[in-house]
């Protein structure tokens, strides 16, 4: 980052997200829509980011190695008041939803978002405490993706171990990644 960033008109988000090229590709897409973008790959990382900058929006994932994005928020709000938040997640759920706005976000969305989803809720939406919040029903192709990228996570992305957690061929694990099925 460089002076002359710093010092720009942009407004600031704040990107953090342990999938590398995931926050990469957000960070790209909101330096196309006028944004400047800080990436953070987790908690502690953020949490050092804050040390130089104030931030205007931010998108936290919710699942990383480390303390979840739910425990950024307030020291974020604390950070930067007038913050808006915007939590991300491929394991989007009622309780999650709700303990991410209680505690300050503006708004819960399920990966994947578009970026103009994302800015939509991080700029013009207005939660309203007493509206119900509706959980969108996942397909059963985004709950096996969503259980998958877990298990490769909990076993370093090694695909002979994560296969034989998941109690399938490794070869048939092989295919279901190639399609990535997670929009079924």
Excluded at 81 to 97: C, E, K, Q, S
Aim: glycine content about 4%; overall charge negative; aromatic content about 6%.
């Amino acid at each position: 980052m460089t002076q002359s960033d710093i010092d720009s008109d942009q407004p600031v988000v704040l990107v953090v997200d342990d999938d590398l090229d995931f926050s990469e590709v957000l960070a790209m897409s909101f330096r196309r829509k006028g944004y400047l973008p800080v990436v953070a790959n987790n908690a502690e990382e953020a949490k050092a980011k804050m040390q130089d900058k104030q931030f205007d929006y931010a998108t936290l994932d919710l699942r990383m190695p480390g303390p979840s994005g739910l425990t950024l928020i307030q020291e974020l709000i604390e950070h930067s008041p007038g913050i808006r938040i915007v939590v991300l997640t491929g394991y989007a759920g009622i309780n999650t939803a709700i303990e991410a706005i209680k505690l300050g976000a503006a708004h819960y969305l399920a990966k994947p978002a578009s970026i103009d989803e994302i800015i939509q809720a991080m700029t013009t939406y207005q939660p309203n405490p007493d509206e119900p919040i509706n959980e969108t029903p996942n397909t059963i192709g985004m709950h096996e993706w969503e259980c998958i990228q877990q298990a490769l996570k909990d076993n370093d992305f090694n695909i002979s171990a994560t296969a034989r957690q998941l109690d399938m061929h490794r070869r048939t694990l092989q295919r279901k990644l190639q399609k990535k099925h997670y929009r079924d």
